[in-house]
């Protein structure tokens, strides 16, 4: 089975911060890789897939990178609503999730 | 619009079944591959299932002989039959639709709202 390292399990930021995302797969998973973020009491939301393509509607502050074993989720300026959980999955093999990654207010 | 409504959890007692059923709009079931994820309280999430356009199914280590997705294309619905319920089966379950590209990548989205399942006597 394919493990997940995601990084941090938390993280405290203000409006206007940029926040830096990081997963990290135990094989290469080329860019078999999405990013979801998760409202409390509210379902997944499809960020980013492969890697890097920004999921319609997403808006333009987050952004994908990496491929191989290390990936990035980069918020360039966190706004009010950004308050979340952040999960990466890898779609190599089966699907695996992230621990997540709770963002919240400092 | 496409969209996924999920119904049928429950409060269930250790070793029972339930059938989880999840409505599909705006796009049908067997044309895309279906897939159920689950969340147990306060914790992360956890792929249990899928069903390939084609009919083809997987499941998780930790449901498999336990649990059976299906879909009925005529009602475009998708369902997870459990049995043998397990306290540790306890969570939020999640459908899904598969999206695929060219070069196989594949992703879920949307997402239904999810349906609690609560194993407990």
């Known amino acids: 089975d394919i493990q997940m390292t995601q990084s941090p399990s938390s993280l405290s930021a203000s409006v206007g911060d940029r926040v830096t995302i990081t997963c990290r797969t135990s094989q290469n998973i080329n860019n078999y890789l999405n990013w979801y973020q998760q409202k409390p009491g509210r379902a997944p939301n499809l960020l980013i897939f492969?890697?890097?393509s920004l999921q319609s509607g997403v808006p333009s502050r987050f952004s994908g990178s990496g491929s191989g074993t290390d990936f990035t989720l980069t918020i360039s300026s966190l706004q009010p609503e950004d308050y979340a959980t952040y999960y990466c999955q890898q779609s190599y093999t089966s699907w695996t999730f992230g621990q997540g990654t709770k963002v919240d207010i400092k | 619009e496409v969209k996924l409504v999920e119904s049928g959890g429950g409060l269930i007692q250790p070793g029972g079944s339930l059938r989880l059923s999840c409505e599909a709009s705006?796009?049908?079931?067997?044309?895309?591959?279906m897939t159920w994820v689950r969340q147990a309280p306060g914790k992360g999430l956890e792929w249990v299932a899928v069903m390939y356009s084609g009919g083809s199914t997987y499941y998780a280590d930790s449901v498999r002989g336990r649990c059976a997705i299906s879909r009925n294309i005529l009602r475009n619905i998708l369902y997870l039959q459990m049995n043998s319920l397990r306290a540790e089966d306890t969570a939020v379950y999640y459908c899904?639709?598969?999206?695929?590209?060219?070069?196989?990548?594949?992703?879920?989205?949307?997402w239904g709202q999810g349906t609690l399942v609560t194993v407990s006597s």
């Open positions: 899904a639709r598969g999206m695929m590209d060219g070069d196989e990548n594949n992703w879920f989205d949307p």
């Open positions: 705006g796009f049908t079931v067997n044309n895309n591959f």
């Open positions: 492969a890697a890097s």
